[in-house]
Every structure is written in structure tokens, then in C-alpha cells.
């Protein structure tokens, strides 16, 4: 039997592989770094367990329990309740938004801004309407011709278009509303309308952490890539790649391990400039050369890990700050210094011995060396890069105490990273969503040139936990 090979074991790739390997495929999970799961991977500080991108997601209680449902991972991946609150430092606004669906957050907002409540009401129906249209939501029941791509209204124009297009021209309100851009990296003024729908929607219906974090993951997934017997390589890329020599078909793959595989198909679950250089040029299109170069990578994080002493009582959270409240300025490279968010996350895994605290800014990669002074390949070390670091801690702190003045004394910091970090879970870039989605662009999604080589990630669908698996799930019944 030939081999199918999935390259790269984030989410993606995660989700991919066993897909094809309860279809009966003999899969092959490559990993670059020496262990799988990208940003599920959890790692220890003085004993504590922190996420390194999974801190939460949405989509319990429809398509993610789905998911986990088909891919039997249901009995160890589960949520955990969370609240959600978004303070705008600008305005003096410091909202609780509900978690028990859309309708419960059009109200809370419509009693906040009672001028604009129809407005709002229209906006939360808008985008109940695209997930309600997006065939891959219901991943039980839809089919390969679901797929057949279908232009509507909100195709057609930007969130910050149709924000002004239906009257919701407050300020405040152009922040709240697609705060969740957040979450996808893409600037309203760029985002397609739908596209942060279908982002957004599963996360202002009900926001979860879930029970110990990435670890629950790996752990489901570990378990059942042993019942399939997926082969597992990690610390190996691919050396080479051997194709047909008239037809756009990859025929072996050779590892940097010195194994050579015949292949039945390649899924890529990494970022296109990573794979590209694989292929042969005589099968890459002018026009697909030229999509992956215009390709504009999303944000990162500056992030800082710490714990809680137990007198604070901390519940599960989710905090947005924004001091200078300009999403299309925060997700736009050059603004470090003028504008940015603070997320911050805290975390009562029973797996720890105290809450834990995670709050990150959103910081661009090359910002990041602009203000460090060093580039992301000789940054170890440095001691500007050390001053960087603790320049952005005490930054980030700032933020913290703004909004829980009360933690002052009692939020020990045991760790920072920053987009250099982030490079080795997402390379090249470090990006923590991958590529921007821009209106008019396509993506680089599916099948490639080369007919038996396609193309997951980030880039595919849509960003995140949702994103990632449900275009291995697209692609899969494709």
C-alpha cells in the first residue's frame, strides 16, 4: 500500500491524519520540531502547566462536539466555562458579555448602546445568517457539491463597510462589535464580511477554555493515532519530492531522516512558503505564484505566563483591553508603540495548584525586531532583546492592573515570549494566525498544481481551533 503523508501536526495536521486514517489510509505524520501538536503543546514553569496558543475556542455544543464526536475524542476533550469581559480604556466601558448565545449578547449590548439596538440586533442576525449558510458548520451531514462556492451580500463587502453601510458608526461600537477580529488577525477595514463571521460566531455565541488545555488534545489524539497505527516521525522534514515525468503527480518523498516513501498523497498543514520551494516550478501557474506572494501574514503575541495566589479566587476568564481602541490600527503592522491589545486569560486547570494567568499583546513579528533591535535569527541572548522583553512584561503589567488592581502582589511572573518565540510553533513568520484574508483574495486551499498534493492550515479555512479542523474536514470529503 503507498503512503499518505501529512506534513506538519498542528491542529491541521492533527486532524487530517486521522481522518485518513479511519478511512483505512497507512498515514505518515511528519513533524519538523521534536514533539507534535504545534500551538496545542503545553509546556512547565515552577511546576505549572500553560498553553502555548490553545487558551480558548468556541464551538461546544454544535460543529467542535461534532468533531470530537467523529473523531472519537469526546470523552477527553471537554469544556470549560468561561467569562468574557471587553474593556475599552478610551471610553471608560468595562462590558460582561454573556455566553449563552447571540440573541443574550445582542440584548446586553442594545442595553449598553439603546440608540443603536435595532442596528445591533440586525448585525448578531447577519451573522447568525452566514454560519447558518456555510454547509462545512454542519460536518455530519454536508457533501462535496455543498462546497460549490456561492456569492452573497456579505461576500461582497468589509466588515468596517458594512459597519458604516447599516449605521454603527460609534466608535465604541466599531471596536466591540468585530472584537473578535482578534481572534482571526485580519483588520476590519480588510476582512471580508463573512469571512470574520464565520470566525466570530461561534466565539459571541459561547466562549470555553477547555479542561487541561492542549494536553486533552494530544492526549485523545495520541490514543487514537495508536488504534490506527499512524507512523509518526518527528525532528524530519521533507528532503525532496519525486514526481511523474509527464503527469502533475508526486510519485516518493524522501525524508531528512534518509527514509524514502511511495506516495499516494501529500497533505501540507504548513505555512505555503515552506512547501512551495518542493514543488516544480513547471507545474506552478502564474497565477497561483502570484497569490502565494501577495500572501500578508497575520499578528503575533508578546506574552507573559504567571500563576495567582489562591486568595485571589480567580474564575476561568477572558479579557479584551484595548487602550487606544483602533482594531484596523492594532492588526496593521507599525503601530506598536501607539496601538495595541491586551488578552488576558486566566486558568483554574485542576491540573495545577493555582489559577494561572496568560495575557498577551498583539505585537507584529517585525515590530518586534524594530524595537528589540535584533532579528528574529540572533535574538537569543542579546541584551537588547532582554531589555526588549522586560520593557513589554512591565508594558503588559500596566495593562493588568488596570483592569484587576487587585492582583497587585499576587500575580508572579515565571516567564515572557515573544513573535521570535512564536516562530518555532508557526514558522517562518511566527504569525499566530497565519495569512490575512483580504476581500477579492482567494486561498491557497485544497488540491494543489500537483494533482495528488493539497494544502491545510491557517490558510485554508479560517484561523483557530474551528478553522484549522474543519478544512482538514473539507478537504477530507473532497
Known amino acids: 500500500m503507498k503512503n499518505t503523508l501529512v506534513i506538519g501536526s498542528g491542529i491541521s495536521g492533527l486532524t487530517m491524519a486521522l481522518l485518513l486514517a479511519q ?25 505549572l502547566r500553560f498553553d502555548t496558543g490553545l487558551h480558548f475556542t468556541g464551538g461546544f455544543g454544535n460543529v467542535l462536539s461534532d468533531m470530537l464526536e467523529i473523531l472519537n475524542l469526546q470523552d477527553v476533550v471537554k469544556p470549560a466555562p468561561i467569562r468574557t469581559n471587553v474593556v475599552l480604556s478610551d ?110 460566531c461561534g466565539l459571541d455565541a459561547q466562549v470555553s477554555a477547555i479542561q487541561h488545555g492542549g494536553d486533552a488534545f494530544l492526549k485523545g489524539f ?16 521533507i528532503e525532496r519530492l519525486q514526481f511523474h515525468e509527464t503527469l502533475p503527480l508526486c510519485t516518493y518523498a524522501t525524508l531528512s531522516n534518509g ?71 492594532i492588526l496593521t503592522p507599525g503601530h506598536l508603540m501607539t496601538h495595541s491589545s491586551t488578552g488576558m486569560v486566566t486558568s483554574n486547570d485542576q491540573m495545577n495548584g493555582h489559577a494561572t494567568f496568560t495575557a498577551f499583546r498583539t505585537m507584529f513579528p517585525e515590530d518586534a525586531e524594530s524595537a528589540c533591535g535584533c532579528n528574529r535569527d540572533d535574538y537569543r541572548g542579546n541584551v537588547r532583546y532582554l531589555e526588549f522583553k522586560k520593557q513589554f512584561t512591565e508594558q503588559i503589567l500596566h495593562d493588568v492592573y488596570q483592569v484587576y488592581p487587585h492582583y497587585k502582589g499576587h500575580l508572579h511572573v515565571v516567564d515572557a515570549a515573544s513573535p521570535m518565540t512564536c516562530r518555532r510553533f508557526s514558522p517562518p513568520i511566527g504569525s499566530a494566525y497565519g495569512t490575512r484574508q483580504l476581500l477579492g483574495s482567494s486561498r491557497t486551499a485544497g488540491r494543489l498544481s500537483v494533482e495528488n498534493c493539497h494544502a491545510l492550515g491557517h490558510h485554508v479555512q479560517f484561523p483557530g481551533i474551528l478553522g484549522c479542523m474543519l478544512g482538514a474536514f473539507q478537504e477530507a470529503i473532497s
Not at 288 to 309: A, E, Q
Open 91 to 200: 471610553y471608560g466601558y468595562n462590558i460582561s458579555l454573556p455566553s449563552n448565545g447571540l440573541s443574550a449578547l445582542a440584548e446586553v449590548l442594545s442595553a449598553c448602546f439603546p440608540k443603536y439596538a435595532g442596528r445591533i440586533r440586525k448585525y448578531y442576525e447577519a451573522e447568525q445568517d452566514v454560519a447558518r449558510h456555510t454547509p462545512t458548520f454542519d460536518v455530519k451531514n454536508y457533501k462535496q457539491v455543498d462546497f460549490v462556492a456561492q456569492m452573497t451580500e456579505y461576500d461582497a463587502l468589509t466588515v468596517q463597510e458594512y459597519l458604516c453601510q447599516n449605521g454603527l458608526d460609534a466608535p465604541e461600537l466599531q471596536v466591540i462589535l468585530p472584537i473578535m477580529s482578534l481572534c482571526h488577525g485580519t483588520p476590519p477595514v480588510e476582512a471580508p464580511f463573512s469571512y470574520h463571521c464565520r470566525c466570530s
Open 222 to 237: 495520541r490514543r487514537e493515532f495508536a488504534r490506527y497505527d499512524v507512523q509518526i516521525l518527528t525532528a524530519t522534514t
Open 259 to 329: 527514509q524514502t516513501f511511495e506516495v499516494d498523497e501529500i497533505y501540507f498543514a504548513i505555512h505555503p512558503s515552506s512547501y512551495l520551494p518542493l514543488l516544480p516550478e513547471r507545474f506552478l501557474t502564474p497565477q497561483f505564484k502570484r497569490r502565494t506572494r501577495n500572501l500578508k501574514p497575520t499578528c503575533s503575541f508578546f506574552t507573559i505566563y504567571g500563576w495567582l495566589d489562591d486568595e485571589i479566587q480567580a474564575q476561568n476568564g477572558l479579557t479584551f483591553y484595548l487602550q487606544n481602541c483602533d482594531l484596523n490600527c
Open 23 to 47: 478511512r483505512g489510509r497507512k498515514v505518515i505524520l511528519v513533524e519538523k520540531l521534536p514533539f507534535i501538536g504545534g500551538y496545542l503543546n503545553r509546556f512547565s514553569r515552577n511546576g
